[in-house]
């Protein structure tokens, strides 16, 4: 998916804590729904890892909570030969009405503050205003950057969020337009530029979603170009049975039935050991396999919920792993490359 810059770095500027990460990353284009998902979930998330289509991971988000079960902080990792690399941070404090984050990059082996936002709620305890500021490290001060505003309609419901450059930036002005669908839920995000010269607002792209009947989102995302609007990629929302988002599949064109990556939430409070020690934890035999697969494990995985995808990300096979050995049957399915999908453990099967 390859959504305009611009269009992305509003849809990851709606909130501080609405989990962006690095360019090269395919959350880049994750739409706002899906955020709000993983906001939304009962269940604190642990941590999020993205894999490319053959299994292997390549960055991941973990967070901390603080004592009341708040956000405390975010650390974004990039996987480097079998071992994670720091790459940025946030860090989370909160008063009485606002909401503070402190943004840091990894530079030269030591943590250096590049950003701050502050959140300010209103008397409802949504999002009013935010601020946000740059580090200046010649005057070794805070400089206002941007400043965002939050809009509702009388049901409380989300309507536009407009940001707004200020301070040294050159005045620019930008916004997402959110509408919804009869049944209440949120069908469409249009994303704008502000035209300097006459003041409109000219749309930049937007993402249209839609349900299945099984409750999995689909978010397909277009760019716009003069006055036509040009498909670039779709992703795929999983839930689980509670309603909270467990993997997301992205697809670069509206009709690729191949993913180009995946994202596996996790909200099992598990003791952080590397994602590599995890994976040896769990082993598949035989690999390949024909009509059924047996699962060797460690304890840490009895009582989880696995699930086994196809290529093209769509899930095929559920189950509850009741027991460290665990037999798999799999006689119903084609021959093909799957994927089992645990926590944050990703394993390549393949079925003949």
């Not at 959350?27 to 955020?35: D, I, R, T």
């Not at 950057?145 to 409380?156: C, Q």
């Not at 919804?180 to 792209?205: A, C, T």
């Amino acid at each position: 998916m390859n959504l305009k810059i611009m269009v992305l770095s509003l849809a990851l500027s709606v909130s501080a804590g609405m989990y962006a990460q690095t360019a090269r990353n395919p959350l880049n284009c994750e739409p706002v729904q899906s955020l709000f998902a993983k906001d939304l979930s009962h269940r604190q998330l642990h941590d999020m890892t993205f894999y490319y289509p053959n299994g292997k991971p390549f960055d991941r988000s973990v967070y901390a909570y603080d004592e009341n079960g708040r956000k405390a902080s975010e650390l974004v990792q990039h996987l480097v030969e079998n071992e994670w690399f720091n790459i940025r941070k946030e860090e989370y404090s909160y008063e009485a009405n606002r909401t503070t984050v402190l943004a840091y990059k990894w530079q030269e082996y030591e943590w250096e503050q590049s950003s701050k936002t502050d959140i300010f709620r209103n008397t409802e305890g949504r999002n009013d205003y935010a601020l946000n500021y740059s580090f200046d490290r010649s005057l070794q001060t805070w400089t206002p950057s941007l400043r965002s505003e939050w809009r509702y309609d009388k049901n409380g419901r989300l309507t536009e969020y407009l940001k707004e450059a200020s301070g040294r930036v050159a005045a620019s002005k930008a916004r997402i337009i959110y509408n919804y669908g009869e049944d209440g839920l949120m069908n469409m995000e249009v994303y704008q530029r502000e035209n300097p010269e006459d003041k409109s607002w000219l749309d930049n792209g937007l993402y249209i979603y839609s349900t299945d009947n099984e409750g999995n989102k689909t978010a397909t995302s277009y760019y716009v170009a003069g006055l036509r609007r040009i498909c670039d990629g779709r992703t795929v929302s999983l839930f689980d049975s509670d309603g909270s988002l467990v993997r997301c599949n992205y697809y670069n064109g509206p009709n690729s039935s191949s993913i180009s990556a995946y994202c596996i939430y996790n909200y099992s409070n598990y003791d952080d050991k590397s994602l590599i020690l995890n994976e040896k934890s769990l082993v598949v035999s035989p690999n390949p396999a024909t009509d059924f697969f047996e699962l060797v494990m460690d304890e840490s995985f009895v009582g989880k919920t696995a699930g086994l995808y196809d290529s093209s990300g769509r899930r095929v096979k559920s189950l509850t792993i009741s027991d460290k050995r665990t037999n798999v049957d799999v006689s119903g399915l084609s021959s093909g490359v799957y994927f089992l999908n645990t926590g944050n453990v990703s394993k390549k099967i393949i079925i003949k």
